[in-house]
């Protein structure tokens, strides 16, 4: 079912409205057929999109309420949340930073709403990994992730006004003979102190 205009070929064409055999409904604009433009999209499961659309595809800038609660507001390309924007999960945790292929991608910044933590620094695919910090109430670490845990040289740096250096190590793991079947749970990384010192300028950006 449609209400709205048409183009000399009779599709959808300028400002609309339609309801759609799933349940789901469209308000906003079409040419010659297609949601191009600005729009409003509300899915029967309750979800809803409005923001921009190319050619029946979420694209430019738009805002997503997911049914659980959470919500994105930012960039998308071909139905993707792409470019920058901001994500607000159904936890509280919020990011905010770059995405690509609807992952959060590039430079960005996650906070834990329980703990109020927050980790400022590069995503690949959705994993923290890359140089980053790690701020907490009275520290922050600085160093560089893997796969979403610290690993290799960084510092903790603590309001009083000095760091402790070290390094995050990954631990060898253990050979049992019964559990072959089992694969072994990774082990976290380990934290090695080197030195305690005053303030100083080093970063994880400068080994690169």
Do not use: M
């Amino acid at each position: 079912e449609y209400e709205g205009g048409r183009d000399g070929e009779g599709q959808r064409h300028g400002f609309g409205k339609a309801w759609l055999p799933n349940g789901d409904t469209y308000e906003g604009e079409y040419e010659h057929g297609l949601r191009s433009g600005h729009g409003t999209y509300r899915f029967k499961n309750g979800a809803l999109y409005t923001g921009d659309y190319l050619q029946n595809k979420k694209h430019g800038k738009g805002v997503f309420f997911y049914p659980d609660g959470s919500k994105y507001a930012g960039d998308w390309v071909h139905d993707q949340r792409q470019g920058y924007g901001e994500y607000l999960y159904a936890n509280g945790d919020t990011y905010t930073g770059e995405w690509a292929n609807n992952k959060r991608h590039g430079q960005g910044t996650y906070v834990y709403k329980e703990t109020g933590s927050k980790y400022v620094g590069c995503w690949v695919n959705g994993i923290q990994n890359g140089p980053a910090e790690l701020i907490h109430l009275n520290h922050r670490f600085k160093g560089r992730f893997l796969n979403g845990k610290p690993l290799g040289r960084g510092k903790f740096i603590f309001d009083i006004g000095c760091e402790q250096h070290g390094e995050y190590i990954q631990p060898v793991q253990e050979k049992e003979e019964e559990d072959e079947d089992e694969p072994p749970l990774p082990l976290e990384p380990v934290w090695k102190v080197s030195e305690i010192t005053k303030l100083t300028p080093w970063s994880p950006h400068d080994e690169e």
